[in-house]
């Protein structure tokens, strides 16, 4: 059954078709999910480390207010920060790398829905990035309102919000097309044999996050458009001199960025909820509920926007109520990590990167989680809101979360991807470094926030300096440790070992082509007989 | 798309056109979620602020997109039926029909702009704030679906040019099928853009 | 999953014909429950509730939503739902202000 080809002779998807004079044409012109996502794969790598350096730099300058950047530019750092890492790498993050190289092969099929879509989504998002990039450099100044645009501020600003805004805008649209994409992928092409319970959990996430990317990210377009227009025109939907309510903005704004978190979320549990059967060689425990606690933290998360206003004016009522629906969503997330964890106990460990970074997951996730549940009671909100205590918490539930779940991906598929492998010894190295710098610069947020320290706060009074220094020590080490997983993985690309085609002893489908995988996935299209974590049946458990 | 063995398969195609509606109904969506809160908030201004429009002009526009949503649908038929020239002939009445739309639309904006009511003009700003908004509103709703009325009547011009050279015939009517479940979409925005505006008042 | 079109069947040009009529009709039922507040207080309620009939027709008949499976209306209701959920958390927030 298995599809291997480990003479370096057969072509994988990287040789050259010789269509096109120049390969870069080639590449861009492709319509190969694979190559669309190696491609994605680079440039969200290459954007989320423009972002670190710029997070670097920021806690350089915390450490001594004014010695490396004025008030302003430090407002233009946190706010170019944030655009970059939420909008160029995370929230495209692991829908357009790992899902395109790999959604169509998971469920057995030669390609997506819509290639060509496929294509111009890459388009759109090289488009929107170089569009957001130029916000930085064009006359005025870049964007200084931080990432969430708030009107009025970024209605009046002078600095280069409109460029900055539209180019948000095509990134969202080439967001919207990869979701419809890969939801219509999923309902006409998989494998004869493969019904919705048989389908591994990775491709269920996918699922539930291209609902949110279609019905949620129009409303983050209409909003940025309603920015443009308030800027060029002067339209005041949230200007009081005009008759607008500027927490409407807030509204509409959180009604997709709230959403937004689950796109960036679910994908990387998706990507845990396959890698943790595989190392413990134990079908992923309650398979069914995790499929369908996608689902739901997919439509709770829908209902909860809220709670990012408690502070507006909001009325009391509705903060009440978005305050509660904020607790339900802690059920299936919470549902998920027991799963996890249920899957780990009494499973033939092998304590390989891609496992010890899907345990970060699970350990870095629960705490940002539950301080989710602290900040989700309006009480405690109220005092906490506005400061570091947020920065800790999204910092741990994003970096934390998809983060760490990106790099495990990236050990898990890198034999699959480009044919070789990386050093463990280094990746544990790399890891270690990774682990405890992230932990010591972001929970000492915890307790800068809950002492009061404000975010996005330029300067600060005395008492908050040993917090502050704390946590860009931690900093210095996680950026150490990214260098050496990076470059681990780069050396590897290079000088790796040739991978076969299965070094993990993964049961679905990617493990049964070649590494890399040939143009066509497929040479026939697999019948499914099984589900997708079979590791309890009797063949499998007695085969080497 | 198309699987290894060539055969297209039309039922995704319309599956993946639907799913884009889904996609702009929540796009206009949050337009009509601030004309919803604001309207609520401001009931008399919008009130009075709906005086100024036109209903004669948004009653005949609204019968136009109804019935161009009428040709495009026997446009599809007639192609199913293999009546190639008839189907182009009805495409070309939608789209004379979506142009006359937005002419009368510019004339529409022309009068309202000509006695000085636009975004952030001096008679508008001494307005009520309620009544700014409700202009505010007014273009921007009406100008984005005029916009999409505009890429409709486009797109259906390649349609008869496909109809025409027979790219699209009785076997492949995919890419017309899904054209005129965009216009009629476009047609659904209007029904509802009708009343709030004109019939407010 | 089949690859045929759900419905093959030509929706006859007598049905078309119809809907259309009616939707002038409705038109017109809307115009005179506006301007002549045949509903008094609930004239623009009526006027939105006839539109929705319109909108219902379009879909219903136009669009072929009529003859489509029962999975792609229940996905229009969702998107609908989506919609209602939005615009509805928010006048929780307006209106107990």
């Known amino acids: 059954m298995a599809q291997t080809s480990e003479s370096p002779g057969e072509a994988s998807f990287y040789t050259r078709t010789g269509r096109y004079r120049w390969a870069i044409i080639e590449w861009m012109m492709s319509t190969d999910h694979k190559r669309i996502g190696v491609m994605y794969l680079c440039a969200i790598l290459s954007f989320f480390s423009v972002g670190v350096v710029l997070g670097f730099l920021i806690r350089l300058s915390l450490l001594d207010p004014g ?64 569009i957001v990039l130029l916000s930085l450099f064009l006359k005025g100044s870049p964007p200084d309102t931080g990432w969430t645009f708030y009107a009025p501020y970024s209605i009046r ?5 409109s460029t900055a805004v539209l180019g948000v805008f095509v990134l969202g649209f080439s967001s919207i097309l990869t979701g419809l994409n890969f939801v219509t992928t999923i309902h006409r092409m998989r494998a004869p044999g493969m019904g919705w319970f048989r389908m591994p959990a990775f491709p269920w996430t996918l699922y539930a996050t291209g609902w949110v990317q279609m019905l949620a990210t129009p409303v983050l377009a209409i909003t940025l458009l309603f920015i443009v227009l308030g800027r060029f025109f002067g339209v005041g939907f949230f200007d009081p001199n005009k008759g607008g309510d500027p927490i409407l903005y807030e509204h509409l704004f959180w009604m997709y960025s709230h959403p937004a978190v689950y796109i960036m979320v679910l994908p990387a549990m998706g990507i845990i909820s396959e890698i943790v059967p595989v190392f413990s060689r134990r079908a992923l425990f309650g398979y069914v509920a995790v499929c369908m606690s996608a689902l739901g933290i997919a439509i709770v998360g829908y209902a909860v926007w809220g709670h990012h206003m408690f502070t507006s004016g909001m009325s009391d009522t509705a903060r009440v109520i978005f305050s509660f629906i904020t607790f339900l969503v802690a059920v299936p997330s919470g549902v998920k990590i027991f799963n996890w964890v249920a899957t780990l106990y009494k499973g033939s460990i092998s304590l390989d ?192 | ?60 526009n609204t019968a136009i997109l109804l019935t161009s949503s009428f040709c495009i649908a026997l446009s599809i038929s007639a192609v199913r039926r293999g009546e190639r020239f008839f189907s182009s002939w009805l495409q070309l009445v939608t789209i004379v029909m979506g142009i006359a739309f937005l002419v009368i639309k510019y004339f529409e904006w022309m009068a309202k702009i000509d006695i000085g009511i636009y975004p952030d003009s001096p008679v508008l700003l001494k307005m009520a704030g309620g009544e700014i908004i409700f202009f505010g509103l007014y273009y921007v709703m009406t100008g984005l679906h005029g916009l999409h009325v505009l890429v409709g009547c486009v797109v259906i011009a390649f349609m008869m040019r496909f109809t025409l050279k027979q790219t699209i015939h009785r076997g492949n009517v995919a890419r017309l099928e899904n054209t005129g479940l965009y216009w009629h979409f476009v047609d659904i925005v209007w029904i509802y853009l009708y009343p709030l505006f004109y019939l407010i008042t | 999953m089949n690859d045929q079109p759900r419905e093959m069947h030509i929706v006859p040009t007598r049905t078309y014909a119809a809907v259309w009529l009616v939707l002038l009709i409705l038109l017109a039922a809307t115009l005179a429950v506006a301007r002549l507040q045949l509903l008094a207080r609930y004239s623009v309620l009526g006027s939105l509730l006839i539109a929705t009939v319109k909108a219902g027709l379009v879909l219903a008949f136009f669009m072929h939503l009529m003859y489509e499976g029962r999975f792609l209306k229940s996905l229009l209701l969702l998107t609908l739902s989506a919609l209602m959920l939005f615009i509805g958390l928010t006048f929780v927030d307006v209106w107990y202000r």
């Not at chain 2, 398969?9 to 796009?27: N, P, R, S, V």
């Open chain 2, 1 to 60: 798309m198309s699987t290894p063995t060539g055969h297209i398969d039309a039922a995704g195609k319309k599956m993946g056109m639907w799913f884009f509606l889904f996609t702009e109904i929540l796009f206009f969506g949050g337009m009509f979620l601030l004309y919803s809160i604001y309207r609520y908030k401001y009931a008399q201004d919008f009130h009075n602020a709906a005086a100024e429009e036109n209903i004669v002009l948004g009653t005949v």
């Open chain 1, 67 to 130: 010695w490396l950047m004025d008030a302003q530019t430090y407002n233009e750092f946190f706010t170019v920060h944030g655009v970059i890492q939420i909008f160029l790498f995370i929230i495209p993050g692991i829908p357009v790398a790992f899902g395109n190289i790999f959604l169509p092969i998971l469920i057995g099929a030669q390609d997506v829905a819509f290639p060509r879509i496929n294509r111009l989504s890459w388009w759109l998002y090289v488009t929107g990035a170089l």
């Open chain 1, 157 to 161: 600003t002078p600095a280069n919000i």
């Open chain 1, 353 to 544: 990167a891609p496992l010890l970074f899907a345990c970060s997951f699970i350990f870095t996730f629960s705490i940002g989680g539950l301080t989710g549940l602290i900040i989700g009671s309006l009480a405690p909100n109220l005092h906490l809101h506005g400061t570091y205590f947020i920065v800790g918490h999204f910092h741990y539930v994003m970096f934390g979360g998809a983060g760490i779940s990106i790099l495990a991906g990236l050990h898990y598929w890198f034999p699959k991807i480009t044919g070789r492998m990386y050093s463990e010894r280094y990746a544990r190295i790399g890891w270690l470094n990774f682990f405890v710098g992230f932990h010591i610069l972001y929970f000492s947020m915890f307790v800068l926030g809950f002492q009061g320290m404000p975010r996005r706060y330029f300067d600060y009074p005395p008492q908050y300096h040993t917090g502050h220094v704390v946590s860009t020590m931690g900093s210095w080490f996680l950026a150490l440790g990214l260098v050496i997983i990076f470059g681990n993985l780069l050396y590897g690309i290079f000088k790796g070992q040739r991978a076969p085609a299965d070094p993990w002893g993964g049961k679905t489908l990617e493990w049964t082509i070649s590494s890399p995988p040939p143009p066509e996935n497929f040479r026939e299209i697999p019948v499914i007989t099984r589900g997708a974590y079979p590791y309890d049946d009797e063949e499998v458990r007695e085969a080497p």
